[in-house]
């Protein structure tokens, strides 16, 4: 039976494979790299703004310490007084520091003794800024007025921050230059710089910068992770919506297909459009379009063999209810006989046709049950051969082997069973249109890869244009004289059939001498060999 084949292409023509940059298949290509790209995109935008904010707190630190550095030796220079023992002229520092800070709203500046007491607050005097009523003029002469120099103690500080700035402090004082990130006393992250003021070695206090605008900043940062967000939402969904369009909207199609076979008895898969896809889902589509013709195919051949059937069948029916018929009105003995010779002949015929024909039908079972293995042709052949000889009477045709030049083992890969039914059948029909004492050669070899068997007759050959015509089922070429219904014309079309299943071919051919006579038809068989 015909294999089918790509209905896009020529039979024999391969699809030619693209070079894939990724290992596997190529939806799952698609998949990966559509699901990454959404993550990489968040990916590159957390990378880009933690770089920017990093870039932006060492800025900030920067620009601290260099502005803390130069207020400290503004302060060590100018608010620097005894000797030899120098201390720290608080209330000149105080003044200095409120004078050099540079932006009082976006930084706080504090001054801390050598002993941690903290002796100016750049929030000091913005916190003193209040609204509230004056008192009543007095008389000329009167008191001066008294005024409230007491500075506002800060609020309760969080532990944390206080600790924080105390560790701080602490360590600047000891000579060491500190800056970093920290929460303030009210939770507020801050970048603060804390720089020792000395006077040759001896530290006389510490300067401490803070800048609150880290928030702020971190705040600006996440507002601009929202158009990258946006834009991994979208790749996201607009991969989903394209794997939904590429793979499920198909497969759905593939089924809806499939559905439409069964249910409306259709021969085959018809999506032109997925069969052109160079992706799995293509392939798939072409291997069920295949898959239905080749299904198609047989259920012709399976109504076409039916059909045959009933018509060799019937034949012989036929001739038996006439023969049946007819019996009752011969009176003569001898027409009698002859008629009752026809009866027997008629019921072998079917006896062999309904034998034939079970054959033909379980080949297909037999040949996908049994997993193909190595099997000597040497040995199968020989032992066939032999059968032959031991059940030969007298007057029948002999049957005679030729085995390979070498004697080796001559192995193909295939089924025993079906193998040696090619041989049976081919025996068989050489036999079968040979002459009373002829002779059938069965000769085996391998060449250039492949087995090659022979089986040869003397008997009137084939007809030019019957050499194909032979292989096809319920055919038969009867020699004049010969016996009708001898053969059933199954014999050849299964045998071809099961040597196409095992990779191989059958071939007929007239054997003839140096003056174009006939001698004898002769049947060739050419299976590829196992590889060892």
Do not use: C
């Amino acid at each position: 039976m015909a294999s089918a084949t790509d209905t896009a292409r020529p039979e024999g023509a391969k699809k030619p494979r693209r070079a894939r940059w990724l290992p596997g298949s190529s939806l799952g290509q698609l998949i990966v790299v559509l699901n990454v790209l959404g993550l990489a995109v968040l990916i590159a935008g957390a990378l880009v703004l933690n770089e920017l904010r990093q870039g932006l707190v060492d800025a900030r630190i920067d620009s601290l310490s260099t502005q803390g550095e130069l207020m400290a030796s503004i302060i060590d220079r100018a608010a620097t007084v005894g000797e030899p023992q120098p201390g720290m002229d608080a209330a000149f520092a105080n003044e200095l520091v409120l004078q050099l800070l540079a932006n009082p709203k976006a930084q706080r500046a504090r001054l801390y003794d050598a002993q941690g007491r903290v002796v100016a607050d750049s929030n000091w005097v913005i916190d003193r800024v209040e609204s509230r009523a004056l008192p009543p003029a007095r008389a000329r002469g009167a008191e001066g007025l008294q005024l409230d120099l007491t500075l506002p103690r800060p609020a309760a500080r969080p532990e944390k921050g206080r600790l924080a700035l105390t560790r701080e402090v602490a360590s600047a004082l000891h000579g060491r230059h500190v800056a970093g990130v920290r929460r303030g006393e009210d939770g507020v992250r801050v970048v603060s710089v804390s720089i020792p003021i000395q006077h040759v070695q001896a530290v006389l206090g510490v300067l401490t910068l803070e800048a609150r605008d880290v928030d702020a900043i971190v705040a600006r940062e996440r507002m601009a992770m929202i158009p990258f967000i946006l834009i991994a939402i979208g790749v996201t969904l607009g991969s989903s919506l394209l794997l939904t369009r590429m793979i499920a909207q198909p497969v759905r199609r593939l089924a809806r297909a499939a559905d439409r076979v069964r249910l409306s008895r259709a021969r085959a898969i018809s999506l032109p459009d997925l069969a052109e896809r160079e992706d799995e889902l293509g392939d798939l589509t072409r291997s069920l379009q295949n898959m239905t013709a080749a299904l198609s195919e047989r259920m012709d051949a399976i109504e076409s063999f039916a059909a045959d059937v009933a018509h060799e069948i019937k034949n012989p029916l036929t001739s038996l209810r006439s023969a049946i018929e007819t019996l009752d009105l011969i009176k003569d003995p001898a027409a009698r006989e002859r008629l009752m010779a026809i009866l027997k002949n008629d019921v072998q015929r079917l006896d062999r046709l309904v034998t034939d024909i079970s054959n033909a039908s379980r080949l297909d079972a037999e040949l996908s049950r049994d997993s193909p293995r190595p099997v000597d042709l040497n040995r199968l052949v020989q032992d066939i051969v032999g059968l032959y000889q031991a059940t030969a009477q007298a007057g029948d045709v002999t049957v005679r082997f030729d085995g390979p030049e070498d004697g080796g083992p001559v192995r193909v890969s295939g089924r025993e069973g079906p193998l040696g039914q090619i041989f049976r059948n081919l025996i068989d029909n050489a036999r079968s249109f040979s002459p009373p004492g002829g002779e059938v050669t069965v000769a085996l070899s391998h060449a250039a890869g492949r087995a090659i068997a022979t089986v040869s007759d003397l008997g009137p050959g084939i007809p030019p244009e019957n050499l194909e015509t032979v292989f096809e089922r319920f055919y038969t070429s009867r020699p004049k004289g010969a016996a009708f219904g001898g053969n059933s014309g199954l014999g050849l079309s299964i045998a071809r059939q099961i040597a196409e299943a095992h990779g191989g071919s059958l071939q007929a051919r007239n054997r003839t001498d140096d003056d174009g006579k006939v001698l004898g038809a002769v049947f060739l068989l050419f299976l590829p060999e196992a590889r060892v």
